[in-house]
């Protein structure tokens, strides 16, 4: 059997950033048809729906989500091509939490949070998680983001379905970084 989280990663470069890859396309809210998803998916590899729906059923992550009839697919958050995932604007904790290397730290320290090519900046409200999304890229540095004061500032919020806390932009302001991390 295949390596699901190798293809896992094939999906998800799929839903989230080139859908031309395996020959589809995703509608404004994100959402690929499945048949032809596990079509183009095939033309390079063997793949079939068992295998897609084993993919979402035990991705950690809950990076994706099936319509309720399992005709239609779509990532949860992370895109770099422009969908509408619907989201509802929330109020956010007090804190929230984001992960990076250490590298990156000037950059941030100087402009904030940027999206990076993404659709949103993602956070976490578990520090933990943030350390470990952090050290996939080098030393894992943390930020504690003062969300509750963004939010009151009149600055947008959102969470995806799998509980990753969304919005535009961290202004540096709103940022700090957290000693022994």
Do not use: C
């Amino acid at each position: 059997m295949q390596d699901l989280n190798q293809l896992s990663r094939y999906l998800s470069l799929i839903l989230r950033h080139k859908p031309e890859a395996a020959g589809i396309s995703l509608d404004e809210h994100g959402w690929a048809d499945v048949s032809q998803l596990i079509d183009g998916i095939r033309r390079s590899r063997p793949f079939d729906l068992k295998t897609l729906e084993e993919i979402v059923r035990t991705d950690q992550k809950q990076r994706y989500s099936f319509t309720d009839d399992h005709r239609l697919i779509r990532a949860n958050q992370g895109h770099s091509v422009p969908v509408d995932v619907e989201l509802d604007q929330l109020q956010p904790p007090e804190f929230l939490w984001h992960g990076t290397a250490e590298r990156f730290t000037p950059s941030i320290e100087a402009q904030g949070l940027l999206p990076m090519g993404r659709l949103y900046v993602h956070l976490s409200s578990d520090p933990d998680v943030a350390v470990t999304v952090g050290a996939r890229h080098g030393k894992a540095v943390v930020y504690r983001v003062r969300s509750g004061a963004m939010a009151q500032e009149g600055i947008p919020f959102y969470r995806s379905v799998n509980g990753v806390w969304l919005t535009l932009h961290v202004p540096a302001k709103f940022l700090e970084r957290q000693a022994g991390r």
